[in-house]
């Protein structure tokens, strides 16, 4: 048993001054136009094209932002919320592998059967009416830890050359591509409708003819999209011109070797850049020492896009990652600075796989294939859980997305320059790691990342970075020299133009812009622990600067140091020093632009939408739906008790909540409200309060079972058999009633654990050293749990995050709810 392959090195010894330069080079040529054979709907309003740098969306650059949601695995009644997540989020797009398995697991009908969460065309329809794009991922193949990569059975017994031109499997994926065409039908962009995109297939790197052959199939059949995609790691070979690459890269890996450490294909997407290839992922379902083509033939045709970078990770019996939130912030950020012009996540939101009919429906050693997954659990540490829980990711990521649909147009066409400093190699620890995107004139962005995981990088004190723009004086900030954090990773502003105020620099990250309550726009910035804020102005563009911090204007720059940014409470209430802690200016052309900076934590409550009639940012520490259809925002909190929530600008009048008392009051240039719950003889009873759950053991664990192994020498899970035998039996009694939401956490320490109602299965867990949720709404009321958790065996090739049980044991050491409330807010 490995708790961590990989130790810890000691933390280096950062030198006492970083020196950090770059030149940006001279504009290129411009990109290639209208070279691919991929158009539009002639109609479309907004045509969508591709350049060999960027994306384009009504002739205008463009930067999508795609999250995976795989609606066969989430109850149907629960889509609509869950997709306003996203979309609160900062998603634009939602991708969805179409899993040919789920819906045709016998050979006698394929099933669309919306009461078990089948109905694609609904689903798509969905994300049409709340404004999200959708790519499926029609496969056939996917993978995505489903049994045999998606395809049933029956068509593994109809051919021996799966994934090939052979007769008998055409024949069958005929069919089921014909089926998704009829489900998708009126759906496209010719139409009105979201679907900007379809991918073939899935990690196929040698078959070029094939994925041909299954385009032209799936033209034939009637679906259309301006983008055809193709995942392109692991040096694929696609047909020429005809699929648009897409590329990914993880945090952490479960495929790898138990033993193997921390991979170094995870590793480089810690660094920049401008090699988009990963070879590792999916490699232990090919042969590595096969590619198909040089990756880099893709980069002088193509836009640096991806589809999976990791918004977590799964976990396999034989190795499981545990991937923290600024993992998955810093790799987002990090290709953000390496060039990428599309942001693609895989998983966005977790699930739970759906019972087969006559076979369980994971990746499994029991069909050859090299991993084993849980049996039903899909959560993936995604920033949206299994149950639609909200994980810190969701924050990290959210505010670069609020970056991404602010600037998104701006950043797009900018190249990646790396430093003349860059690190000598992937093991370089002591080397900061930063790069800009520039225009190749006089501005840019730029992003540093100082993060990784399992080894820490050092501080680096006295920094300083220079940037040499070809067309305007060379940049060197900040004007004091600071200390760039071990963990924080930041993009900064360079050069950068707000209705018509131009910023040399700031030391914050952008947030978003918004209209303040008199008209004028508020750029919000977020401030990194550990490193003052600080504003530099072309003075040339502002004629008067007042509020908070000092000023003070040196030559064609004014610089204003010693701001304080905003902080939240723990209720949300923000609190600013000096006046209101925001800066103003009034530009030379008399326009009104200020800045509000907030702290780190204080940013990652940022949301911005359409809410009540206008883009407004909120900033609250619970979930934040906008759903303009009803004209409402919600708020997912974590609890029963108050909560509250600021706005800028301020709506028309105070929102009403059912159920509770808004109080209003006023914070510098944020409105702020708190929500006061009520009892009213006009509302349905609450429910009564949930006691405290109690666990009962009726078994006491027997010896561990005996480790086995699968394919390539992996440890296997333990067979079915052995939850009867020797797993430890706890019975958990469940309310009659519970607020919608609840979910039981079940802290445990053991090997693996399941969860049943009567004789069925309903939640299950490899043990990672984190609680385990399981969702109320998903048991029959009033029946009791019993969960099976089976001991450790001393000698199983497994990789468990932490410090893992002692051998033998297996227990429940405590349980407890959480019951989440929704608040609706409307202004009626």
Partial sequence: MSTHPHPTPPPHQAPTHTPTRTRIPTPSAPPLRNHLPFTDAPITPDPIGVTSRWLTRGGRPWFPVSGEFHYSRYPAEEWEEE?????AAGITAVASYIIWIHHQETENGISFDPDRSLDLRRFAQLCARHGLDFIPRIGPWCHAEVRNGGLPDWVLARTTAPRT??????SAVRPWFEAIATQLHGLDRANNGPIIA??????????????LTLKRMAQETGLTAPLWTSTAWGGVHLPEDELLPLYGGYPEAFWTEADGGWPDTCRKHFFFTHQRDDEGIGADLRPTTVRGTDPSSHADRFPWATCELGGGMAVAYHRRPRVDAADIGALGLTKIGCGSVWQGYYMFHGGTNPTGALTPLQESHATSYPNDLPVLTYDFQAPLGEYGQYRPSYDE???QHLLL????????PMRSVLPDDAPRGQHDRDTLRWAVRSDGRASGFLFVTNHQPHEPLPDHPNTTFTVAFPEAPPLTLPGTPVTVPAGAYFCWPLGLEVAGLRIDWATAQPVCTVEDDDGGTVLVLAATDGIAPELALDARTVRRVTGAGSIRTE???TLITDLQPATATATATVTTADSDGVVRTET????????LVLDAATARTAYKGEAWGAQRLVLCPDGVIFDEHRNEVRLHTRTNTSTSLSVLPAPPRPPKARGATVQESRHGPLTHYTLHPHHSLHREPEPAPLTEPTLTLLRPPGPPPTPRTGPLNRASAPADEHYDAVAALYRVDLPPTAPKGTLLRLHWAGDVARAYVGETLVADQF????PWDIALDRLPPGKPLLVKVLPFAPKAKVHVPGKPPAPGKAELTRAEWLSPRTWTLTQD
């Fill in 405 to 412: 649909a602010d600037f998104g147009e701006v950043i797009a």
């Fill in 165 to 170: 031109d052979d007769p008998a499997y055409l």
């Fill in 83 to 87: 997709l306003l997540k996203m979309k």
């Fill in 588 to 595: 030379t052309a008399g326009d009104r632009v200020s800045f």
């Fill in 397 to 399: 990521l959210r505010i």
């Fill in 555 to 557: 030559g064609d720059r």
């Fill in 198 to 211: 379809i991918q073939i297939e899935n990690e196929l790197y040698d078959r070029p003819a094939h994925l």
């Fill in 767 to 770: 043990f990672t050293d984190t």
